[in-house]
């Protein structure tokens, strides 16, 4: 069974830090995702990682694929209250390659 | 391209009525997938088409839920009997045949169980 583990759940930051939040799967994936998700709102693609070593990144948003340590990192740089949400990572399992498996999430808020 | 439409975008049943929700995917993508969100959670996937054949189904889909593609274009997801364990935020999500990889959700219909 595919298991995705996000690690921390909860994140309090003050505007200005950096941090990095960690996302680790147990078995051998293709693709992995990472998708914000404002309250009450669906769900907003931000990366989508191809391949060992990928690195994509987007304003303060930086994003890398370990896929030999299996581990993904969603790392954010000089946060600003805008970046406070539950950012979500997801790893394709199944046999068509395109079934989507979660984490339960990363919960952000920046403080000022 | 306005994205993933879904309808209706709330619900309220009573315990042991039928629903169906629609997902219009965006118009050039012919995969389509169902997803299934309780608070606090990420989303658990039920579902997955590409064109009007249903190629994946998760154990999570019970007997009491279909979903169907009749044309390849919009998909309808039906739940009999409704459990209030069935209260859920139901999310659409659609992605381009080739190099799709992206999953475009839609804003998803959540589904109160009385």
């Known amino acids: 069974e595919l298991k995705v583990e996000q690690n921390p759940l909860f994140l309090s930051m003050q505007e200005g830090k950096n941090y990095t939040i960690y996302c680790n799967y147990s078995?051998?994936?293709?693709?992995l995702y990472w998708y914000r998700q404002d309250p009450g709102k669906s769900l907003e693609s931000l990366f989508v990682?191809?391949?060992?070593?990928a690195v994509k990144q987007e304003g303060r948003l930086m994003a890398s694929l370990d896929t030999k340590a299996r581990l993904s990192t969603l790392h954010i740089t000089a946060a600003v209250h805008d970046l406070s949400a539950t950012y979500f990572c997801?790893?394709?399992?199944?046999?068509?390659?395109?079934?989507?498996?979660f984490g339960k999430g990363t919960s952000l808020l920046v403080t000022p | 391209d306005t994205g993933v439409s879904q309808d209706p975008r709330h619900k309220i049943t009573k315990r042991g009525q039928n629903v169906t929700f629609r997902c219009d995917p965006i118009?050039?993508?012919?995969?389509l997938y169902w997803y299934r969100q309780t608070l606090g959670q990420g989303p658990e996937f039920l579902t997955y088409?590409?064109?009007?054949?249903?190629?994946?189904k998760s154990r999570l889909l019970s007997d009491r839920f279909s979903a169907e593609r009749p044309k390849g274009s919009f998909s309808t997801l039906e739940i009999q009997r409704t459990e209030q364990g069935d209260s859920a935020m139901y999310l659409c999500?659609?992605?381009?045949?080739?190099?799709?990889?992206?999953?475009?959700f839609g804003p998803g219909t959540r589904l109160t169980v009385t």
């Open positions: 997801a790893v394709v399992f199944g046999n068509s390659g395109y079934a989507l498996n």
């Open positions: 088409f590409q064109n009007e054949a249903q190629l994946e």
């Open positions: 118009s050039e993508h012919n995969r």
């Open positions: 078995t051998t994936s293709d693709r």
């Open positions: 999500a659609s992605s381009k045949s080739r190099g799709g990889y992206e999953q475009y």
């Open positions: 990682l191809l391949s060992n070593g």
